[in-house]
């Protein structure tokens, strides 16, 4: 079996709830690591609306929303906490009193002594686009993401979209495939501008196509694709010969695996908690942020953050159940500012 990785606290989720929960349980000397599906922590903020301005987080007129994540992953350094990006809890299992198991499937396990479940709408799933027949292909020869790229290479690849990972997978495979298309249903792109004007570059330099159209049915079998039916722009429609192809259409939320984690929900399929400690029905196991659910709860990040800072006193009786803890306030106490390094 695979070496667990011990840590006292284990974090679902890496949205800004997630990331401020590391600082309050920082404070009271709680060691934690954090799980997020995402490549890169923030959750709704980095994902749904990186440069909107936000105007209601307490003391800050406006930040953005990749401002806010930028800001709390600097507030929380003095901490050091672990990140496992890319990867989706599956399970978490009671196996001590208060011990957890959680696996991820990247198949690592944890042992924690307490669990903060902090996946916000849930997790961020790709949307699979509207070719019929697709998901015999799904995992073979159609991927929704790029885990590794060694595994694309030397194939004949066909990316689909317009947004940011369409093109910044384009442009990482084209070194790597033995052909790559891009195929976008205009010729406008929500992309970085820089990374379309690379793209154009490559296809001048004929390293790459660039075709205009829809992808309306993929051709194979057993799972394999071999081509793919483009409608283009111009109404003709073509095969395009591919042995991969790797769709980009956005992403959406799911609930996912937290259903099966053997955790309360109410019918709209969020945790009910109390208002005192933010647990769950399982002790040991802690919601905040907008996955939970009590009489009055607003989804804001305010609220996620109160949450975060009622949350940390109760796990800090799970986690160090013979130490007295003492409310301290970060501007009088010194030993508050040791830790946050700045005494
Ligand atoms: C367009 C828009 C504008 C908004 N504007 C405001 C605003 O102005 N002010 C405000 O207060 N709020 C605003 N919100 C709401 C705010 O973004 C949310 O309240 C906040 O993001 C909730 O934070 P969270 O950490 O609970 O969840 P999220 O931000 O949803 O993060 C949850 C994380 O958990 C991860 N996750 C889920 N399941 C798993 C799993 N099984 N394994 C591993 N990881 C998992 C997800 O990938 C995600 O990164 C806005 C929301 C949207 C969409």
Not at 59 to 88: C, N, R, S, Y
Not at 93 to 105: A, C
Not at 131 to 143: C, H, L, M, N
Not at 250 to 267: D, F, H, Q, R, Y
Request: include cysteine; charge should be neutral; aromatic fraction near 8%.
């Amino acid at each position: 079996m695979t070496e667990p990785i011990k840590t006292d606290v284990l974090i679902i989720g890496a949205g800004p709830i997630g990331l401020f929960a590391v600082f309050e349980l920082g404070l009271l000397d709680i060691k934690a690591q954090l799980i997020d599906i995402l490549d890169k922590p923030g959750g709704q903020c980095a994902e749904l609306y990186p440069e909107k301005p936000i105007y209601d987080i307490p003391g800050v007129p406006h930040i953005t929303g990749q401002g806010l994540v930028a800001a709390l992953m600097t507030q929380i350094k003095p901490f050091k906490p672990v990140f496992h990006l890319k990867e989706m809890v599956e399970t978490i299992e009671r196996i001590g009193d208060p011990l957890f198991r959680v696996k991820t499937d990247a198949g690592k396990i944890f042992e924690c002594k307490a669990v903060v479940i902090a996946a916000g709408g849930g997790s961020f799933q790709p949307k699979r686009p509207p070719i019929p027949g697709i998901e015999a292909y799904e995992d073979k020869s159609v991927f929704y993401a790029v885990r590794q790229m060694e595994k694309f290479r030397g194939k004949k690849i066909l990316i689909v979209g317009g947004g940011d990972s369409a093109l910044d997978w384009t442009l990482n495979l084209v070194p790597v495939a033995a052909h790559v298309t891009l195929l976008h249903r205009r010729d406008a792109f929500r992309a970085a501008p820089d990374s379309v004007n690379k793209m154009r570059v490559l296809v001048a330099d004929k390293k790459m196509d660039f075709v205009l159209g829809q992808v309306s049915a993929l051709e194979g079998a057993g799972g394999q694709v071999r081509a793919a039916k483009v409608k283009r722009e111009d109404g003709q429609t073509v095969l395009l010969a591919c042995d991969t192809v790797l769709p980009f259409f956005g992403l959406t939320m799911k609930l996912g695996p937290v259903a099966n984690w053997g955790i309360a929900l109410n019918e709209d399929e969020l945790i009910p908690v109390d208002t005192e400690k933010f647990e769950t029905n399982v002790p040991g196991v802690f919601a905040i942020g907008d996955i939970n659910t009590y009489p009055g709860k607003l989804k804001l990040i305010l609220c996620g953050f109160h949450e975060a800072a009622l949350m940390a006193q109760k796990a800090h009786r799970y986690v160090h159940p013979d130490k007295k803890l003492t409310f301290q306030y970060t501007t009088s106490s010194t030993s508050l500012q040791k830790k946050l390094g700045v005494t």
